[in-house]
């Protein structure tokens, strides 16, 4: 069964452009869906009332067609910083000229809460301007505590998609990195998750970030706002976009 459920789990992400995940149940909708199933957008028939509704999102995903005009993100801009020519021998010199500087784990969680901050102000900021485009989103943020928040995301007043984002070491010691639930979650269990940030030092002893595990991302995701552009496609997807 578990050999089936893996080739199942592939098959549906690779094909989310032709598959359409339908439910229909009663009571708690959470225990509806299968754990390995969690994460993935399902079309909600179980309310009769919101049948003309489900039913108009169903025929958009069958052609294709968008339920909200979603603004896309803004590309980053393209910065370089300006070059200062120094004289040729020190020019020479600067590749065999050690950098014995030290990046300590105080350095690198400084560094992982400043970007869990701008990450989440990036994720609201991305909510608010859909929300001003489009008068059927909404969207509430929850602050558990000042490393923790949940995100919820609804489409004319039904909850949609969620994401729970948190700073912390599930392993501990070392340094922390960020995480991130999607979907359905437990709000007060952190032991699973979709998604980590973690801290990376590079040869020149800068800092960037580095997503794990999320396979769209490519190697220029290294600040907040490239981690949160990541983030926010993956949100947009599940509802609809």
């Known amino acids: 069964m578990g050999y089936e459920t893996n080739l199942l789990i592939r098959y549906i992400k690779d094909n989310l452009d032709k598959i359409i995940l339908i439910m229909r149940h009663k009571g708690n909708y959470r225990k509806a869906v299968p754990f390995y199933l969690e994460g993935f957008h ?89 929300r001003q ?41 070392g340094s922390q990195n960020i995480y991130l639930s999607y979907g359905r979650f437990n709000i007060d269990s952190d032991s699973s998750f979709n998604d980590v940030i973690e801290c990376e030092v590079t040869k020149t002893k800068d800092l960037k970030l580095k997503m794990t595990m999320n396979s769209m991302t490519g190697n220029n995701t290294s600040d907040a706002y490239g981690v949160t552009v990541e983030i926010w496609k993956k949100i947009i997807q599940y509802l609809g976009y």
Not at 97 to 126: G, V
Not at 144 to 164: D, L, P, S, T
């Open 42 to 130: 399902f079309i909600d028939f179980s309310d009769d009332s919101q049948f003309d509704i489900k039913f108009d999102e169903l025929l958009h995903r069958i052609f294709q067609v968008d339920v909200m005009d979603v603004p896309k993100v803004g590309a980053k801009p393209k910065l370089e910083p300006k070059k200062i020519i120094y004289d040729r021998v020190v020019n020479r010199t600067t590749d065999i000229i050690p950098n014995f500087k030290e990046i300590t784990d105080l350095d690198k969680n400084k560094f992982m809460k400043q970007s869990y901050a701008e990450i989440l102000s990036h994720l609201s900021d991305f909510a608010e301007q859909t």
């Open 133 to 173: 485009k489009n008068s059927n989103f909404d969207f509430e943020k929850d602050n558990i505590h000042n490393q923790k928040a949940i995100i919820r995301f609804y489409i004319n007043g039904m909850e949609k998609y969620a994401v729970k984002i948190w700073l912390g070491n599930l392993f501990g010691g």
